[in-house]
Each structure stands twice: as structure tokens, then as C-alpha cells.
């Protein structure tokens, strides 16, 4: 019991001076000096990345601004080859105040509504239909086409019988139409001594 | 940093500089690899700032200096097994005692450098709880933190390591006798 209780002793005085550097070592003095050496050189460090991150930090946005300008789709571009003709013809002309040829301008009307119906506009169309002018009445005004104008001539201009014999022709046309009873006489057997 | 926290960071180095090399001498068995270790546990403590919110000192230096040692350990041997905290006893990494071995220890009649070689060798697991178990500061709640194992796991080691180095001393005292009496 006696020699455990010296081990034991022993053990503990050997452990209280295991890998001690003790007091004499400098340890400490080793230490602050590398940390006085880190504190000089830091601020030396900061400055330095500083100095290089500051033009990255301005020259980098400026690249993401023009990047994203770039890629924004424009206003003035003009349609792809592979629109179709009436997509690309038929808004512009059907709106435009100033279009030349009413009669095509009316032919295409129909046709740009049944287009919107059917397809979705693309971003090209909206954009340009955004850019043209509303108007205050819908659907638009248009002048006379010939035919409209060769019809208003003819009302106005020829005799009133012609006009009634006209209008009667006009009105019997919605009458249904009749067809004579067909009577087809009997075949008479041929006379004897002809083919 | 301001100046009076400088002066609190210069008074931690003095006060925690030597405990901290034992805790990476356990670890690496080296003088100049502890001291390399310590250098930078304090370098570390320096940068982060991490020792201003420490409740415990000793027990978070330890750990941070225990931690950069294994680091450096495992840097200096890529290739070579490290210990498991939670391996069984005797499968643990067995490195050189650098100081004088045991037979020469016993002739010089050196008893601490006996000890001293004796705790060298020991099993990692068990010299790392005795080592930091020596200043009386660290209680085995603290070293199971520190080591990251349980607290009944320090205490058996810590009782295993007493009894592994009693019969040693036992032994070579048994020995030196045997040779004293021929």
C-alpha cells in the first residue's frame, strides 16, 4: 500500500514537470515576438489587397451593367427572316394612318385579328404595336374603296325605275328558286316497218 | 485591436504559453514542433478573436492547441495512421520517446526523466487525458471536451494510465534490485 501511494507520488512530481519548457524557456518572449511581427505586417497586407481589389471592385459592375445592357432586347431590331410575311407586314400596314391602299388594308384586317387569335404575339409584335398611336374610334375610319364608291354612284346618279327594277332584281334573288315541272310524254312504240 | 485588448492578448501569452506547449508536446513528442504549435494556437487566438468570448481559458486554449497540433502531426505524417480517440487501448499510434530510455533512465537514477520516457510511450489516448489531467486546472469534464469523448471515457483512461505506468516503474525498480543483489 505504502510503495503504491509512492508511484502514485512519483507519477504526479514527474507529470508536474513533463514537458514543461519552464519559466527560463523564453517561450513567452518567442511567441510575442511573432505576434509583434504580425501586427507590423498586417496592416501592410490589408493595403496591399486593398490596392489591388479597388479597381476589380469598380471595373466589375461596369462590365455587369454593359453585359445586361447588351443582352436586353431591343427596341429598333428588326424582325427575324423567319417570321411570316403577314406577321411581319400585316401590323404595321393595318394601323398605320398613312397606309396607301385601303382595299388591302381591309383584306388584312381580318387576317392580323385571326392571326392574334390563333398565335401568341411575339415580343417583337408587342413591342411595335406599343410604339404605334391609339386612336379614338374603333375600328378606324377608312375612305371608300372602288367598289364602295362605284356602288354610291350608281345609287345616286340613275333614274329611280332603273333603280326599282334594280332593287326588285336585288329582292328576287332572296326568293327560292323555282323550277318548271318537267312533263315528259311517253315513248310511242315505232311504226311497223321502220328501223 | 484595440490597445487594452493588445495588453489582455500579450498577458494571455505569458499566462498560457508554457501550458500550451505541453498540451501540443503531448501530441507531437517534439520541443520545436510544440513551439511551432504554440506560434500558431496564438497566432490563430490573434486573428479570430476567439479567446475574448472564452469562458473557460485553459480549456479553450487547450483546444485550440490540441487541435493545431493533430493538424500539424497529420501534415508532417500525411501518410501515417492516426489515432482514434475511440479506438481500444494498445491499438493507438506508438511513437519515440525522445528522451533517454528506460534502462539508462533507471541507471542515472533520474526518476522524472524514468517517468517522463515512460509517459512517452504511452498509447496516445491515455498519455493525452494524463497530460492535460497534470495542471490541476483542468478537471476530466474539460478534457473530455477538449478531446471530444466522453467523461467516463477520461476518467478510465485517466485510470488506466496510472496503472499502466505503476507497473512499469514497478517492474524497472524490481529489476534494479535483481541487478543490485547479483
Redesign the interface.
Same mark, same amino acid.
Given at each position: 500500500m505504502r510503495?503504491?501511494d509512492n508511484?502514485?507520488l512519483?507519477?504526479d512530481?514527474?507529470?508536474?514537470?513533463?514537458?514543461?519548457?519552464?519559466?527560463e524557456?523564453g517561450?513567452?518572449d518567442?511567441?510575442?515576438v511573432?505576434?509583434a511581427a504580425?501586427?507590423t505586417e498586417t496592416p501592410r497586407v490589408r493595403a496591399r489587397w486593398r490596392g489591388r481589389w479597388l479597381p476589380w471592385a469598380v471595373a466589375v459592375p461596369i462590365a455587369v451593367g454593359l453585359l445586361f445592357l447588351w443582352l436586353s432586347p431591343r427596341r429598333d431590331k428588326p424582325l427575324p427572316a423567319s417570321e411570316p410575311q403577314e406577321a411581319r407586314s400585316a401590323a404595321p400596314r393595318a394601323i398605320a394612318p398613312h397606309a396607301n391602299s385601303s382595299s388591302e388594308v381591309r383584306r388584312e384586317v381580318p387576317h392580323r385579328h385571326a392571326a392574334r387569335a390563333t398565335q401568341p404575339a411575339t415580343p417583337v409584335q408587342t413591342a411595335q404595336a406599343a410604339l404605334l398611336p391609339k386612336l379614338d374610334v374603333f375600328p378606324t375610319p377608312q375612305p371608300l374603296t372602288a367598289e364602295e364608291r362605284a356602288l354610291a354612284a350608281v345609287v345616286t346618279q340613275i333614274p329611280l325605275p332603273a333603280r326599282q327594277a334594280l332593287i326588285e332584281a336585288q329582292s328576287l334573288d332572296h326568293l327560292p328558286v323555282r323550277i318548271a315541272e318537267i312533263q315528259i310524254p311517253p315513248l310511242e312504240p315505232p311504226a311497223q316497218g321502220q328501223p | 485591436m484595440t490597445t487594452d485588448e #493588445?495588453a489582455e492578448?500579450?498577458a494571455l501569452?505569458?499566462r498560457q504559453? +508554457?501550458f500550451a506547449?505541453?498540451v501540443a508536446?503531448?501530441v507531437l513528442l517534439n520541443?520545436h514542433d510544440? #513551439?511551432d504549435a504554440?506560434?500558431e494556437t496564438?497566432?490563430k487566438l490573434? +486573428?479570430n478573436g476567439g479567446w475574448r468570448h472564452a469562458e473557460n481559458e485553459r480549456a479553450f486554449l487547450a483546444r485550440v492547441a490540441w487541435r493545431v497540433a493533430v493538424d500539424r502531426r497529420r501534415a508532417m505524417r500525411p501518410d501515417g495512421p492516426l489515432p482514434d480517440m475511440e479506438e481500444a487501448p494498445g491499438q493507438a499510434l506508438q511513437l519515440v520517446s525522445p528522451h533517454p530510455g528506460p534502462e539508462q533512465a533507471l541507471v542515472a537514477a533520474n526518476?522524472?526523466a524514468?517517468?517522463?520516457s515512460m509517459?512517452d510511450v504511452l498509447p496516445e489516448e491515455l498519455r493525452l487525458p494524463?497530460?492535460l489531467?497534470?495542471s490541476n486546472e483542468l478537471n476530466s469534464r474539460e478534457i473530455a471536451t477538449i478531446l471530444g469523448i466522453p467523461e467516463g471515457t477520461v476518467r478510465t483512461r485517466l485510470q488506466r494510465a496510472?496503472q499502466v505506468?505503476?507497473e512499469r516503474?514497478?517492474n524497472l525498480q524490481t529489476r534494479k534490485q535483481e541487478t543490485h543483489y547479483a
Open positions: 510503495e503504491k508511484l502514485d512519483l507519477i512530481s514527474a507529470l508536474a514537470t513533463y514537458a514543461d519548457p519552464g519559466p524557456s517561450l513567452e518567442r511567441v510575442l511573432t505576434l504580425v501586427r | #493588445e492578448f500579450t501569452v505569458e504559453s +508554457r506547449f505541453r508536446y503531448g520541443g510544440a #513551439e504554440v506560434q496564438f497566432l490573434y +486573428r526518476q522524472h524514468l517517468v517522463h509517459i494524463l497530460v489531467s497534470a496510472r505506468l505503476r516503474i514497478a
